[in-house]
């Protein structure tokens, strides 16, 4: 499975959108795009994915480069409360257990 | 709609001992995950259940480990004997029906284990 590269960090001001980079250049044909988010020590949480099309949802909007070997995910007004490590994996279309989560991107949104 | 529950949410135990984690899945859905996740190695997923049948077990870091799923309500983790380097959070994870390859996955609040 194609692995994904983020930033470690970056700093988002409040009410400002966020944009977070992931690149996963060896990305195959079946495989998708995910987001996920942790907050402090919480579960991750599902926040879109994709295969080719850009897709947006009441969370966030997912943009996929046509060579689909990079995305960003962006949170149009990012609040104090999306602080959290934000991970880009990409998953099998045929087996699940082989996405990874890498190291992730920590957003800290600041007021 | 209650999301998938972990027990216990922290156990701590001493070297040697027995632990067994216990994850119930969201209602329907029919692929279950165990991920552990420490600050040197991340998020790694040990094993994975499709209608209750292992999948994919190679994460399982050793024989110490062993998951069941005896039914599609209920499966269990259970370290023996436990090691200080198995101190970690466990998650577990559903998916929807027939989308365990490809849907998302909802994950628990995890149960954090501490190996003194």
């Known amino acids: 499975d194609a692995k994904t590269t983020q930033p470690t960090s970056m700093d988002c001001a409040e009410g400002r959108a966020a944009n977070l980079p992931c690149n996963h250049s060896?990305?195959?044909?079946?495989?998708?795009v995910y987001w996920y988010r942790q907050i402090h020590s919480q579960g991750p949480q599902y926040i879109i994915h994709g295969l080719k099309n850009n897709e947006t949802n009441e969370m966030a909007s997912l943009i996929i480069t046509e060579d689909r070997k990079s995305s960003t995910l962006i949170l149009p007004h990012a609040t104090l409360r999306d602080t959290a490590v934000y991970y880009c994996?990409?998953?099998?279309?045929?087996?699940?257990?082989?996405?990874?989560f890498g190291d992730g991107t920590t957003l800290t949104v600041k007021p | 709609d209650a999301g998938v529950i972990q027990s216990p949410r922290h156990e701590v135990t001493e070297m040697g001992q027995e632990v067994t984690l216990r994850c119930k899945p969201i209602s329907g859905h029919d692929y279950l995950f165990w991920y552990r996740q420490t600050m040197m190695r991340g998020l790694e997923l040990l094993i994975y259940f499709n209608n209750n049948v292992p999948i994919d077990d190679s994460g399982m870091p050793e024989d110490r480990f062993s998951a069941k799923m005896p039914n599609a309500s209920f499966s269990t983790l259970k370290i023996q004997p436990s090691e200080p380097r198995d101190s970690a959070v466990y998650f577990c994870?559903?998916?929807?029906?027939?989308?365990?390859?490809?849907?998302?996955?909802?994950f628990g609040e995890g149960s954090r284990l501490t190996v003194l």
């Open positions: 994870a559903s998916s929807p029906p027939g989308r365990g390859h490809t849907g998302e996955l909802f």
């Open positions: 060896t990305i195959s044909g079946n495989e998708y």
């Open positions: 994996i990409v998953r099998s279309g045929t087996n699940a257990g082989k996405s990874t």
